[in-house]
């Protein structure tokens, strides 16, 4: 007979949730509970810390805990366009409102008093309804379309939880601001509804939700996501080694997380890699085996990163690989030829603002640790290492 190999316990391709899920457990209750009771959330952090497996979490429990509750997810990647948005929107409104497909149907027709939707029910997806929009109509009556989920559950008496993801892509709109403030003026009315609303590019979230002179500046509680601390890594790490049968010593798998600096993605990803080069027990020469796969695996994208990045802006990347705190000190600026202090300060705010390094208490850190390990061994010769557990 022949035995299929094991499936892996770890996963980073997609959102996790269920099993492979870990802690979270304060963010988690502070979401479902404003959910359900109706404050927007504004969820924030670096891309792949675990925001949308997050959201995917507290949907599932919310929806299994409340049979009034009913969660859209919809993902703003994907809406090149406001009109794109408001047909994509209402789409999952309508699918959402009902778990037949005659009543969707009956809803998509019913809740719009001025526009005359086309419905079309897909044949892939059984009861899928999709509705799609005359724009000259629907540019004139924006507002039945955002408040169509108010509308609905004000109606039927649920709670509807809108969740929009990667929000910040909203700004590649035309006229995004006008669109901003229609959707700030109608959403802030909403009594049925509650609006969760994340995003990766952490200053554009910032400037969108916590600068007074935008629409949205005070829409709801704001969640800067953290990372998930090592104390709760270990244990998941050696109970998911456990669950296939293999092990890993709590030690490892410390110093698994701690290598990737608790980075929730690349976590997952050298767990996975040190699973499948593991036969019974993970050793260091496994995960160090598994550091190089990690490497292997993303360096394209941090060679394609490197090469949109000035001269000035790899010196001083090397400077805060070397852990220099002073940037614009003098010897700094000489030894690693970065210019002058407002070049240092120019470059530095860029590399900032595209989310490459971060401001800590004590200077400047890269925020990717797979690319700071990477970094560090091709342009500073230090080999790639294991951290201590
Ligand atoms: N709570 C968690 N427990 C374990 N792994 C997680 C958790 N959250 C995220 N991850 C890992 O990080 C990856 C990226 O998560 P994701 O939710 O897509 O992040 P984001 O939406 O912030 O970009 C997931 O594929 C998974 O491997
Ligand atoms: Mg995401």
């Given at each position: 007979m022949i035995q299929e190999p094991p499936v892996s316990p770890f996963d980073f391709g997609s959102t996790v949730n269920q099993v492979k899920f870990t802690n979270r457990s304060k963010d988690l209750s502070r979401l479902k509970a404003n959910m359900a009771a109706g404050i927007n959330t504004i969820l924030i952090s670096p891309r792949r810390w675990g925001k949308s497996s997050l959201v995917e979490q507290a949907a599932l429990e919310l929806r299994a805990e409340r049979r009034h509750a009913r969660v859209v997810i919809l993902d703003l990647f994907a809406c090149d366009?406001?009109?794109?948005?408001?047909?994509?929107?209402?789409?999952?409104?309508?699918?959402?409102?009902?778990?037949?497909?005659?009543?969707?149907?009956?809803?998509?027709?019913?809740?719009?008093?001025?526009?005359?939707?086309?419905?079309?029910?897909?044949?892939?997806?059984?009861?899928?309804?999709?509705?799609?929009?005359?724009?000259?109509?629907?540019?004139?009556?924006?507002?039945?379309?955002?408040?169509?989920?108010?509308?609905?559950?004000?109606?039927?008496?649920?709670?509807?939880?809108?969740?929009?993801?990667?929000?910040?892509?909203?700004?590649?709109?035309?006229?995004?601001?006008?669109?901003?403030?229609?959707?700030?003026?109608?959403?802030q009315r909403h009594k049925h509804v509650t609006y969760v609303i994340y995003g990766s590019k952490r200053h554009m979230m910032a400037t969108l939700f916590d600068d007074s002179a935008s629409p949205f500046y005070r829409f709801g509680d704001i969640i800067w996501l953290q990372r998930i601390a090592v104390e709760h890594w270990t244990p998941f790490i050696v109970e998911r080694f456990k669950s296939t049968g293999k092990s890993i010593a709590p030690e490892l798998a410390s110093a698994l997380a701690l290598t990737m600096g608790c980075h929730s993605w690349y976590v997952q990803q050298l767990a996975h890699f040190t699973w499948t080069l593991t036969r019974k027990k993970a050793d260091p020469e496994a995960l160090e085996a598994a550091l190089q796969l990690v490497m292997d695996a993303n360096t394209p994208l941090y060679q394609l990163t490197c090469e949109t990045l000035s001269g000035s802006a790899i010196n001083l990347l090397k400077a805060i690989a070397n852990g220099e705190h002073q940037l614009t000190s003098a010897e700094v600026m000489r030894t690693y030829r970065i210019g002058t202090p407002r070049n240092v300060t120019k470059t530095r705010d860029t590399l900032e603002s595209r989310d490459i390094i971060e401001r800590t208490e004590s200077g400047y850190a890269f925020l990717d640790p797979g690319f700071e390990l990477w970094f560090k061994r091709k342009f500073l010769g230090k080999k790639v290492a294991i951290m201590e557990g």
């Open positions: 366009t406001f009109e794109e948005f408001l047909q994509d929107l209402s789409r999952e409104v309508i699918n959402a409102s009902s778990s037949k497909w005659q009543e969707r149907v009956q809803n998509a027709k019913s809740f719009f008093k001025v526009i005359t939707p086309r419905i079309t029910i897909g044949s892939e997806l059984e009861g899928q309804v999709s509705l799609g929009f005359d724009w000259h109509e629907a540019c004139r009556h924006v507002g039945e379309i955002l408040d169509l989920a108010e509308r609905i559950a004000e109606a039927k008496n649920i709670r509807m939880v809108v969740c929009l993801d990667e929000f910040q892509n909203m700004a590649n709109w035309k006229e995004d601001l006008r669109m901003q403030k229609l959707m700030r003026a109608h959403w």
